[in-house]
């Protein structure tokens, strides 16, 4: 990839795309999120998002997900997706034991309805036990067959409390998330101002129609701005890095 912003450079790898300082709240992780859109702004192609990728995004996904010590994705994209556990190649394992983190990342799964498949690959081949973030309010019975298959948060009511369960995840040693969606999660996490990072990768295609962008749901409280740190282009491709304004 070549850097256009905020310094040229004609040769960038992954793994330093996406190094970058980060300071996590004392309260929560650092929430980093990771999306890709078409150039006229679809999240999905035919429901996945797999068809807008490159060789360079699925790179960039890696690092990313070799970074985080905890991976956050809402139930909606696990299904749509067909989400198995998270599987490092050797040498980001070893990075990952040298930083002290554990070899795979768990993978927290945020539902409120818990309507998942404890017997994929999702849950029963994981190296790390996945989480599930849910409300004390959730279906008795399914918040049992949670407990035996996961590490449960549920705090809240009836609905999520957000910045509860990332408090809970900084509780357990997690001081960097990387949020990979969907769309309605992405609102409601924007909405409660708990989202540091976006790492947004720009698809050189058009698409049309009336597909879902990578937030949807309510409009937000007040419009995010946010500062772009770095602009990446490979093969028509843009990768875009924005933070938070302090
Ligand atoms: N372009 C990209 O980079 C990208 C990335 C990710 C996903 N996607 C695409 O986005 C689509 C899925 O997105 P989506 O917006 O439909 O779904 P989503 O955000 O992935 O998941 C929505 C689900 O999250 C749970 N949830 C959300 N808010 C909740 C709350 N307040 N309390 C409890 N649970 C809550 C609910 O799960 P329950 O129904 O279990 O209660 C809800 O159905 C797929 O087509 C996927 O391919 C694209």
């Given amino acids: 990839m070549r850097r256009l912003y905020p310094t040229a450079s004609p040769d960038v790898g992954a793994a330093e795309a996406v190094a970058v300082e980060r300071k996590p709240p004392d309260e929560r992780p650092w929430?980093?999120?990771?999306?890709?859109?078409?150039?006229?702004?679809?999240?999905?192609?035919?429901?996945?998002?797999?068809?807008?990728?490159?060789?360079?995004?699925?790179?960039?996904f890696h690092e990313l997900r070799g970074l985080a010590d905890v991976i956050l994705v809402a139930a909606g994209t696990v299904r749509a997706e067909g989400y198995g556990p998270a599987r490092p190649d050797p040498k980001t394992r070893e990075a990952r034991v040298a930083r002290g983190q554990a070899e795979a990342p768990p993978i927290a799964v945020i539902t409120g309805s818990l309507n998942l498949d404890w017997s994929s690959p999702f849950f029963a081949q994981a190296e790390s036990q996945p989480i599930v973030i849910t409300a004390p309010e959730a279906d008795a019975e399914r918040l049992t067959?949670?407990?035996?298959?996961?590490?449960?948060?549920?705090?809240?009511?009836?609905?999520?409390?957000?910045?509860?369960?990332?408090?809970?995840?900084?509780?357990?040693?997690?001081?960097?998330?990387?949020?990979?969606?969907?769309?309605?999660?992405?609102?409601?996490?924007?909405?409660?101002?708990?989202?540091?990072?976006?790492?947004?990768?720009?698809?050189?295609?058009?698409?049309?129609?009336?597909?879902i962008r990578i937030l949807r749901g309510a409009a937000l409280p007040e419009a995010q701005g946010l500062k772009l740190q770095q602009v990446l282009e490979q093969d028509s491709y843009l990768f875009l890095r924005y933070v938070r304004p302090q």
Avoid: C, W
């Fill in 145 to 211: 067959q949670a407990r035996e298959n996961a590490d449960v948060i549920a705090l809240g009511g009836e609905v999520i409390d957000f910045a509860a369960a990332l408090g809970a995840l900084r509780g357990r040693g997690h001081e960097l998330a990387l949020l990979e969606g969907g769309p309605s999660i992405n609102n409601i996490l924007y909405g409660l101002d708990l989202i540091d990072e976006l790492n947004l990768t720009f698809a050189p295609t058009l698409l049309g129609g009336d597909p």
């Fill in 31 to 60: 929430v980093m999120l990771n999306m890709i859109s078409s150039v006229d702004g679809a999240a999905a192609v035919e429901g996945k998002s797999g068809g807008l990728g490159s060789q360079a995004d699925h790179q960039i």
